[in-house]
């Protein structure tokens, strides 16, 4: 068979049911081989959504999501999408084409060196030269893919190694040289850990997106609840913890829950599982965990140390590792705490005293008002991803992810225009469940092109605008720290949301209401093709608490 045949035979034998791809003259040959596949191939509008949505698809199945590209701008263009699913440990293949092997090296039309512009954003970067090698490179691309901590994996193939024709061969076991990602921890390490949480007087747990990628909820939850210990999340482990379990806080951070904040630098020892202490989620790493003993197990040992010394390390699958706390846990009958236990009493004072302290702006529709109602309409079990910006920190405080796993943004890069191509991705992975991005008008405008794909491709989503006209985070940052000198903010009416769906073949609803946004929300429940709800939010609204770059989580400013 040709080489275009046996990526694709490859890729089935992968268990891939989708691929997000656009086509140029690079890749045709794969494309060629595509009309004769089982999987099925989505077009997009633009590569970099592409690469979104194989990310949303991969974050809801927990295994690799595909997409291809052409030489040249169309690979460049998934680069975006590969770096946000690098810094979010997101599996995925990027399957790109390229310029004939005689031609590489020498500025060809459409050339560029994908593999040295990728290997900084990707956890490998593979360049088959022969047909023959490309089934074992794309059982190796999915191996390092998916096991580990995940990422990114890019597979470029020469167009005329895409249709040479050879004996091909696929290998059902493959080794990966110099690749032995640790899977079971040290169990003295894991004793020493479990007898350091029991200990505590004040233990908290700081679930990190680890957390998800591990498909590890049940056992955190039992450990939680063996050691009465409050849970906070970072902002990519939002959704590994229900939101409504009477020991959850919410997320910490720059705008994470003000109690979140509050608490877990009350405690005496944080247990980090899953969780990298990024600058967004600590604040000042010479300040975060003074005088505590920090816990930290994760599957990346390069991550122990990184930002933050830790007393305790535990390196291993998320799962597997609780697992294994939560059975000795049991077994040194950990005393049983009440409600009046001074640190669970203080948990709720926290609670109590925030939620009469930080009060919503007096306008009839804010974007608290607006996320509430949507928590109270939306099925438990929906799939909510995010923009990025205000509407992503209004979500991180004001929406509770009840089930598991079912809210995912893109925390790490911060990707604008990120949350409604991987909502497609996700609506793609989970066809019968309720999909929503919750969206501000500036990350939206970026990849809206994509509504013709859900529209065609039947793959219907909500997306939840929060309409401000404004860049509305950058403005705010000009509120507060550039005396109000607007520059490069403002979007100006345009363009009508409304309109814009309906010319997709969408359907747009426009809310200047509560009431209009009830009815809003369940009418996009019940429709079968994409919905835009374009909600009217003062420009002026400013998302609080806030921990300013640069200073630490008791710096934190509540607005208040």
């Not at 990027?94 to 092997?101: D, I, S």
């Not at 450990?223 to 009477?246: D, Q, R």
């Not at 809003?520 to 939010?537: Q, W």
Request: proline share 5%; hydrophobic share 45%; with cysteine.
């Amino acid at each position: 068979m040709i080489g275009s045949e046996a990526l694709v035979r490859a890729l089935e034998a992968e268990g891939v049911d989708f691929v997000f791809g656009l086509p140029g003259g690079a890749n045709l040959p794969m494309y060629d081989a595509l009309v004769d596949a089982s999987l099925r191939h989505i077009l997009v509008r633009h590569e970099q959504s592409a690469a979104h949505m194989a990310d949303g698809y991969a974050r809801i199945k927990r295994k690799a999501g595909v997409c291809f590209a052409t030489s040249g701008p169309g690979a460049t263009n998934l680069i975006t999408g590969i770096a946000t699913a690098y810094a979010d440990s997101s599996p995925m293949i990027a399957v790109t084409g390229q310029v004939p092997l005689a031609m590489i090296g020498k500025d060809a039309f459409q050339e560029t060196d994908i593999i040295g512009v990728a290997n900084p954003c990707t956890k490998y970067a593979f360049q088959p030269r022969a047909a023959v090698e490309i089934p074992e490179t794309v059982k190796k691309a999915f191996y390092i893919a998916e096991s580990g901590r995940p990422g990114p994996v890019l597979i470029d193939i020469p167009k005329d190694v895409q249709q040479a024709r050879e004996n091909i061969q696929f290998p059902d076991l493959i080794k990966v040289r110099g690749y032995n990602p640790i899977i079971d921890a040290d169990l003295s390490q894991l004793e020493r850990a479990v007898e350091t949480m029991i200990k505590a007087e004040r233990p908290i747990i700081m679930a990190g997106g680890g957390v998800i990628l591990s498909g590890a909820f049940s056992e955190l939850q039992a450990m939680a609840e063996l050691l009465m210990a409050p849970v906070v999340t970072t902002f990519k482990g939002k959704g590994s913890f229900p939101e409504n379990h009477p020991l959850a806080m919410g997320p910490i951070g720059m705008h994470g829950h003000p109690e979140a904040n509050k608490i877990i630098i009350e405690a005496d020892c944080i247990i980090a599982v899953g969780a990298r202490f990024s600058d967004r989620s600590v604040g000042r790493f010479d300040e975060f965990g003074k005088g505590m003993t920090i816990i930290h197990l994760d599957v990346d040992p390069a991550e122990i140390g990184k930002n933050k010394a830790v007393d305790i390390a535990v390196i291993g699958d998320v799962k597997a590792s609780l697992r294994t706390a939560v059975k000795m846990l049991a077994k040194h009958k950990v005393v049983e705490k009440t409600k009046d236990d001074p640190w669970l009493k203080r948990r709720k004072e926290l609670i109590d005293y925030y939620a009469d302290t930080i009060k919503d702006y007096p306008r009839e529709l804010t974007a608290k008002k607006a996320l509430k109602k949507l928590r109270e309409i939306l099925p438990s079990d929906a799939i909510v991803t995010t923009e990025v910006g205000q509407c992503q920190m209004w979500a991180s405080l004001h929406f509770d992810v009840i089930s598991p796993g079912t809210f995912f943004s893109s925390t790490g890069l911060g990707t604008m225009g990120f949350g409604f191509p991987a909502s497609i991705g996700a609506k793609a992975a989970k066809s019968q469940a309720t999909v929503v991005d919750i969206a501000g008008d500036g990350s939206f405008n970026m990849t809206e092109n994509s509504l013709a794909v859900s529209v065609l491709e039947k793959l219907p989503v909500i997306v939840f605008l929060m309409n401000n006209y404004m860049l509305g985070m950058v403005a705010q940052w000009q509120r507060t720290f550039y005396n109000r000198r607007y520059m490069g903010v403002h979007q100006n009416s345009c363009p009508d949301y409304v309109k814009l769906a309906e010319a997709y073949g969408a359907q747009g609803i426009r809310a200047e209401s509560m009431n209009d946004l009830e009815g809003a929300i369940k009418k996009a429940l019940k429709n079968d093709v994409a919905t835009v709800i374009d909600i009217a939010i003062d420009p002026e609204e400013d998302v609080y608490p806030f921990v300013a770059p640069g200073t630490g989580l008791k710096d934190m400013i509540t607005g208040a």
